[in-house]
């Protein structure tokens, strides 16, 4: 007994003499997701992020590599990040020891990040891993501070900034273009998940809707993504329909599928949208994390053609993709 | 309410054949009843659409109408109506269903849920959700032809488990509730591993919902239970007859295990091919037999019209609560299904008043 | 009718539960099977009825194989009463005799089955049953209706599987009367295995003695009840005494 707990202690204070070592590298102070100004490692090696966004965001400040374990979801713009290890699940939340076994430096989580993130939290401190928490992603305002706060632990801010900049612009032009626009000048939008599934004002839809110019007809259902009553939708009689769509690589023809299964519901073939042919699909990629503005974009030009005439969404996607991330745009995400 | 003591002094003949009337009588009512709640429910939804209005749209098909608005019809035919049909033959199925598979295997806890058909076709319906394709159109038939399979190939492995050790319904139920815990294994370990989208979707599944009604798919699944319906109710007397055991039922002509066998197998036919457009929808099943069973009795003639109509009668009502108690937003049925037809059945169980019809 | 059954040999996996048995039932009479537990007896019975399939061996009725017939007719000519019965869902007593005409009607019941049903209830003094629960009633009351059900099979051969055994006396007698009557009256063979050995005394034409899964002795009840049959199948010593029209009376003294 007493020498089991001799060894125990040893071990224990080895193990705290080396986290006090690694303490005393550099390190930055930036605010998390509670508000709070915390200190975490400058230039960290090893970084497992588990929400998506930062991973994107780490990618596009050219710093990849050092994302060494990821969470459930694959960002979309790093095909390279679906190889790294996957350390949590949606359900119940990060792997404390698949964690630990990576070795990190710094842990990026997500308030958002599983049932219990709380505990894992603790455990990660209690093994002297630095943890961060970011906003959720889900939230478009936190997009900005999140790239700065980035471009601040990596030492990247020159990058962070033109990359915030070129985000900004855009989410700043559709705001300047819509922010005047009477209650009568904004068309009223159905905005669909799933088949008469939508979104109420509690959901970052929300936020791209009423930011291109458009009045959101779920916006006071009491439920966040309410099934609704087809004939409700009738009658409101919606100016604009825009559906999400889902999938890895989807192509024109499936977009236009999905438009063209929303078009012949017996429900909506005499709602104002569809005769007016203003029925829109769009990639759920281009709905959360980094891509959201391009989203955004889309939304707008759709919504107020007249307002955005001089706005290319796509070459705009096609742009951020060459120049973020080194890559080609492939594939379809909006229809038409 | 007649009086007992007089069932003494009459005849055994008189007693038996007015109570074939009265139960008879009843039915008519009940599917009066349910076509009479077909109509309230048609005439009440989330728009403004009145209850004149609706019934003057309804009318306007066998009476020549000029005033009935376009959009009446639309809401009225292409709307309400295959979700009211699609309740209907839901509820009728189901409440079949789980009537016939209490009475083949004597057990009254025995339901499609219980028989892991269910969980069979959730599984079914996750694992196309998860691995297959997942576009928006041609994703929903993926998910209705696994969730059918899966739940037909529950049936299959659980009855051919049964048949390995003679089989006897003990051991048909219990590989049934052991696939159904290893179906519930199988989603969950989708559901862990899947990602937001998927699991959000899955989740849907497993709630289950009659707000994606269409007609297409109500005119595929009425002569389907239709039919399933009328030979199922063919074996009423083999039915009433294993209830007293199978050696009785053996020696009054009856090919027991062919019976079973055929009744299991069309029973989920009849249910996989409406939970494959609905999702899971529970309870119902389970609970509308046992109703039935305490209002009209076990005679499995009037037992299975009984169930049927009784399951029509408590989903169109849960359906319809559905989507109109905080409409537009619509509550998941399974929900109001179950605040509903719990208590019911409570009451009656506690009252347990039988023979009402005689 | 006749039943004639020849070498028949019933089985479950390697064991043989019953083997090579031989015996004739004549029109209009009684036979009882009698022995000791597991000796066969309910086994037997339902090898009769093809409730359960015999190994070997054939079932003769009037001359004709009972194998060549489909299982409905064959439930025409033979009713089964087993032991106890257990109804988890509960039917009115009326609709519990019904069942017994399934092997006459399709789906709807005409007048003359609901008459014979009514009939067979007065015959048997429970017609002011008919609309009650049949697990509301007493097991001398639960027997006489599963007796009703397979009466109204109208067949000519009935099998009863311990017809008494859960009976009190006044019960028992009733029973056996209402066997007696169906004999008498309609000419019907009657198989039942039996463990009162001075009931099967009392009413059977013939005696079957089952011992170790074959027929150790049989014929009429005085050849049959003897001590020393007795000592053999039962390990039991005994008295037998003239009894009640001269039918051996059975008391058991002490198990050897």
Same mark, same amino acid.
């Given at each position: 007994?007493?020498?089991?707990?001799?060894?125990?202690?040893?071990?224990?204070?080895?193990?705290?003499?080396?986290?006090?070592?690694?303490?005393?590298?550099?390190?930055?102070?930036?605010?998390?997701?509670?508000?709070?100004?915390?200190?975490?490692?400058?230039?960290?090696?090893?970084?497992?992020?588990?929400?998506?966004?930062?991973?994107?965001?780490?990618?596009?400040? +050219?710093? +990849?590599?050092?994302?060494? +374990?990821?969470?459930?979801?694959?960002?979309?713009?790093?095909?390279?990040?679906?190889?790294?290890?996957?350390?949590?699940?949606?359900?119940?939340?990060?792997?404390?020891?698949?964690?630990?076994?990576?070795?990190?430096?710094?842990?990026?989580?997500?308030?958002?990040?599983?049932?219990?993130?709380?505990?894992?939290?603790?455990?990660?401190?209690?093994?002297?891993?630095?943890?961060?928490?970011?906003?959720?992603?889900?939230?478009?305002?936190?997009?900005?501070?999140?790239?700065?706060?980035?471009?601040?632990?990596?030492?990247?801010?020159?990058?962070?900034?033109?990359?915030?900049?070129?985000?900004?612009?855009?989410?700043?032009?559709?705001?300047?273009?819509?922010?005047?626009?009477?209650?009568?000048?904004?068309?009223?939008? $159905?905005?669909?998940?799933?088949?008469?599934?939508?979104?109420?004002?509690?959901?970052?839809?929300?936020?791209?809707?009423?930011?291109?110019?458009?009045?959101?007809?779920?916006?006071?259902?009491?439920?966040?993504?309410?099934?609704?009553?087809?004939?409700?939708?009738?009658?409101?009689?919606?100016?604009?329909?825009?559906?999400?769509?889902? +999938?890895?690589?989807?192509?024109?023809?499936?977009?236009?599928?999905?438009?063209?299964?929303?078009?012949?519901?017996?429900?909506?073939?005499?709602?104002?949208?569809?005769?007016?042919?203003?029925?829109?699909?769009?990639?759920?990629?281009?709905?959360?994390?980094?891509?959201?503005?391009?989203?955004?974009? $889309?939304?707008?030009?759709?919504?107020?053609?007249?307002?955005?005439?001089?706005?290319?969404?796509?070459?705009?996607?096609?742009?951020?993709?060459?120049?973020?991330?080194?890559?080609?745009?492939?594939?379809? $995400?909006?229809?038409? | 309410?007649?009086?007992?003591?007089?069932?003494?002094?009459?005849?055994?003949?008189?007693?038996?054949?007015?109570?074939?009337?009265?139960?008879?009588?009843?039915?008519?009512?009940?599917?009066?009843?349910?076509?009479?709640?077909?109509?309230?429910?048609?005439?009440?939804?989330?728009?403004?659409?009145?209850?004149?209005?609706?019934?003057?749209?309804?009318?306007?098909?066998?009476?020549?109408?000029?005033?009935?608005?376009?959009?009446?019809?639309?809401?009225?035919?292409?709307?309400?109506?295959?979700?009211?049909?699609?309740?209907?033959?839901? =509820?009728?199925?189901?409440?079949?269903?789980?009537?016939?598979?209490?009475?083949?295997?004597?057990?009254?806890?025995?339901?499609?849920?219980?028989?892991?058909?269910?969980?069979?076709?959730?599984?079914?319906?996750?694992?196309?959700?998860?691995?297959?394709? =997942?576009?928006?159109?041609?994703?929903?038939?993926?998910?209705?032809?696994?969730?059918?399979?899966?739940?037909?190939?529950?049936?299959?492995?659980?009855?051919?488990?049964?048949?390995?050790?003679?089989?006897?319904?003990?051991?048909?139920?219990?590989?049934?509730?052991?696939?159904?815990?290893?179906?519930?294994?199988?989603?969950?370990?989708?559901?862990?591993?899947?990602?937001?989208?998927?699991?959000?979707?899955?989740?849907?599944?497993?709630?289950?919902?009659?707000?994606?009604?269409?007609?297409?798919?109500?005119?595929?699944?009425?002569?389907?239970?239709?039919?399933?319906?009328?030979?199922?109710?063919?074996?009423?007397?083999?039915?009433?007859?294993?209830?007293?055991?199978?050696?009785?039922?053996?020696?009054?002509?009856?090919?027991?295990?062919?019976?079973?066998?055929?009744?299991?197998?069309?029973?989920?036919?009849?249910?996989?091919?409406?939970?494959?457009?609905?999702?899971?929808? =529970?309870?119902?099943?389970?609970?509308?037999?046992?109703?039935?069973?305490?209002?009209?009795?076990?005679?499995?003639?009037?037992?299975?019209?009984?169930?049927?109509?009784?399951?029509?009668?408590?989903?169109?009502?849960?359906?319809?609560?559905?989507?109109?108690?905080?409409?537009?937003?619509?509550?998941?049925?399974?929900?109001?299904?179950?605040?509903? =037809?719990?208590?019911?059945?409570?009451?009656?169980?506690?009252?347990?008043?039988?023979?009402?019809?005689? | 009718?006749?039943?004639?059954?020849?070498?028949?040999?019933?089985?479950?996996?390697?064991?043989?539960?019953?083997?090579?048995?031989?015996?004739? *039932?004549?029109?209009?009479?009684?036979?009882?099977?009698?022995?000791?537990?597991?000796?066969?007896?309910?086994?037997?019975?339902?090898?009769?009825?093809?409730?359960?399939?015999?190994?070997?061996?054939?079932?003769?009725?009037?001359?004709?194989?009972?194998?060549?017939?489909?299982?409905?007719?064959?439930?025409?000519?033979?009713?089964?009463?087993?032991?106890?019965?257990?109804?988890?869902?509960?039917?009115?007593?009326?609709?519990? *005799?019904?069942?017994?005409?399934?092997?006459?009607?399709?789906?709807? *019941?005409?007048?003359?089955?609901?008459?014979? *049903?009514?009939?067979?209830?007065?015959?048997?003094?429970?017609?002011?049953?008919?609309?009650?629960?049949?697990?509301?009633?007493?097991?001398?009351?639960?027997?006489?209706?599963? @007796?009703?059900?397979?009466?109204?099979?109208?067949?000519?051969?009935?099998?009863?599987?311990?017809?008494?055994?859960?009976?009190?006396?006044?019960?028992?007698?009733?029973?056996?009367?209402?066997?007696?009557?169906?004999?008498?009256?309609?000419?019907?063979?009657?198989?039942?295995?039996?463990?009162?050995?001075?009931?099967?005394?009392?009413?059977?034409?013939?005696?079957? @003695?089952?011992?170790?899964?074959?027929?150790?002795?049989?014929?009429?009840?005085?050849?049959?009840?003897?001590?020393?049959?007795?000592?053999?199948?039962?390990?039991?010593?005994?008295?037998?005494?003239?009894?009640?029209?001269?039918?051996?009376?059975?008391?058991?003294?002490?198990?050897?």
């Amino acid at each position: 007994m007493n020498k089991n707990t001799f060894i125990i202690l040893m071990l224990a204070s080895l193990l705290a003499l080396s986290f006090t070592a690694s303490g005393e590298a550099e390190t930055v102070q930036v605010v998390d997701a509670s508000g709070e100004h915390i200190d975490v490692p400058l230039n960290p090696e090893r970084i497992v992020v588990l929400p998506s966004t930062p991973i994107e965001m780490i990618y596009a400040l +050219g710093e +990849g590599k050092r994302v060494v +374990g990821r969470g459930v979801g694959v960002p979309p713009q790093c095909p390279s990040a679906k190889d790294l290890p996957c350390v949590a699940s949606c359900s119940v939340g990060p792997n404390v020891e698949a964690i630990l076994d990576l070795k990190p430096d710094l842990v990026l989580m997500c308030t958002s990040n599983g049932s219990k993130p709380a505990t894992a939290v603790e455990r990660l401190h209690a093994a002297g891993i630095p943890v961060l928490s970011l906003p959720s992603s889900c939230e478009p305002d936190t997009l900005l501070p999140q790239i700065e706060t980035l471009g601040k632990i990596l030492n990247k801010s020159v990058e962070a900034n033109e990359f915030a900049d070129f985000i900004e612009k855009y989410l700043g032009l559709i705001e300047e273009r819509t922010k005047d626009l009477g209650p009568d000048e904004k068309p009223t939008v $159905y905005f669909e998940c799933k088949e008469y599934k939508t979104v109420n004002e509690e959901t970052p839809l929300q936020h791209h809707i009423s930011l291109a110019g458009g009045t959101n007809i779920a916006a006071e259902q009491p439920v966040k993504k309410p099934i609704v009553s087809s004939e409700w939708v009738l009658e409101t009689n919606p100016d604009i329909i825009i559906a999400g769509a889902k +999938g890895e690589s989807l192509t024109e023809e499936t977009l236009s599928a999905a438009r063209d299964e929303i078009v012949s519901r017996p429900g909506l073939k005499e709602v104002k949208a569809v005769k007016d042919k203003k029925v829109y699909i769009i990639s759920k990629k281009l709905m959360k994390g980094i891509s959201e503005p391009i989203g955004c974009l $889309y939304f707008a030009k759709w919504l107020h053609p007249d307002l955005f005439k001089d706005i290319d969404p796509t070459a705009i996607h096609k742009e951020f993709l060459q120049k973020f991330f080194g890559q080609e745009l492939e594939g379809s $995400y909006a229809y038409p | 309410m007649p009086i007992h003591e007089d069932d003494e002094m009459m005849h055994a003949e008189e007693v038996y054949t007015n109570a074939s009337w009265r139960k008879t009588i009843l039915t008519l009512v009940l599917f009066l009843i349910v076509a009479a709640l077909g109509l309230f429910a048609i005439s009440i939804g989330a728009s403004s659409l009145g209850m004149s209005e609706s019934i003057r749209a309804i009318m306007a098909v066998f009476l020549p109408m000029d005033d009935v608005s376009h959009f009446a019809e639309v809401v009225v035919f292409q709307l309400r109506l295959p979700r009211i049909l699609l309740a209907i033959i839901t =509820g009728v199925s189901l409440g079949v269903a789980g009537a016939v598979m209490q009475g083949v295997l004597r057990n009254p806890l025995v339901s499609p849920f219980t028989l892991g058909l269910s969980s069979g076709a959730a599984c079914g319906a996750a694992l196309a959700i998860v691995l297959g394709v =997942g576009i928006l159109g041609t994703g929903q038939y993926i998910i209705m032809i696994n969730a059918f399979f899966f739940s037909l190939l529950t049936m299959v492995v659980v009855y051919a488990i049964s048949r390995i050790r003679g089989a006897s319904i003990e051991t048909l139920i219990l590989a049934g509730v052991a696939m159904g815990y290893l179906f519930s294994a199988v989603i969950s370990l989708l559901q862990y591993a899947s990602g937001n989208e998927q699991l959000r979707e899955i989740v849907f599944w497993l709630m289950g919902g009659l707000y994606a009604a269409k007609i297409e798919n109500v005119m595929i699944l009425i002569p389907i239970v239709v039919i399933l319906t009328m030979i199922l109710m063919r074996y009423s007397w083999d039915l009433n007859a294993m209830g007293a055991g199978e050696e009785v039922a053996s020696s009054l002509g009856i090919n027991v295990k062919q019976v079973r066998m055929a009744c299991l197998f069309l029973s989920t036919v009849l249910t996989a091919s409406v939970i494959a457009f609905t999702g899971v929808i =529970g309870f119902i099943g389970l609970v509308s037999p046992h109703i039935c069973r305490l209002l009209i009795g076990s005679d499995h003639r009037y037992l299975i019209p009984w169930s049927g109509l009784t399951g029509a009668l408590l989903l169109l009502a849960s359906d319809t609560i559905s989507r109109t108690m905080i409409s537009p937003t619509e509550i998941p049925v399974g929900v109001v299904t179950s605040f509903l =037809g719990v208590p019911f059945f409570l009451y009656l169980l506690v009252r347990r008043k039988r023979r009402w019809w005689q | 009718m006749k039943l004639s059954v020849k070498e028949l040999s019933f089985g479950y996996g390697n064991a043989n539960a019953l083997e090579d048995i031989s015996l004739d *039932v004549d029109e209009g009479t009684i036979v009882s099977l009698v022995g000791p537990n597991g000796a066969g007896k309910s086994t037997l019975i339902k090898c009769i009825d093809r409730i359960l399939k015999p190994r070997k061996g054939t079932v003769f009725l009037d001359g004709k194989q009972a194998a060549m017939l489909t299982s409905r007719d064959l439930s025409k000519m033979m009713g089964y009463v087993p032991q106890s019965t257990h109804e988890v869902f509960t039917y009115t007593v009326f609709d519990v *005799v019904l069942m017994g005409r399934r092997p006459h009607i399709g789906w709807r *019941v005409s007048a003359n089955d609901v008459k014979i *049903v009514a009939k067979t209830l007065r015959f048997l003094g429970i017609e002011r049953f008919a609309s009650r629960y049949f697990d509301e009633l007493s097991g001398g009351e639960k027997q006489k209706i599963a @007796m009703a059900r397979a009466i109204v099979q109208e067949p000519e051969i009935l099998l009863l599987d311990e017809p008494t055994s859960s009976l009190d006396i006044r019960h028992q007698l009733e029973v056996m009367n209402i066997v007696k009557r169906l004999v008498l009256q309609r000419r019907i063979s009657v198989v039942m295995a039996m463990h009162d050995l001075n009931l099967a005394s009392r009413f059977s034409d013939k005696v079957v @003695m089952l011992k170790d899964r074959g027929i150790y002795t049989m014929g009429n009840p005085a050849s049959v009840l003897t001590p020393a049959n007795i000592e053999n199948v039962y390990g039991v010593r005994s008295e037998v005494r003239n009894g009640h029209m001269d039918r051996p009376y059975v008391m058991p003294i002490e198990p050897i």
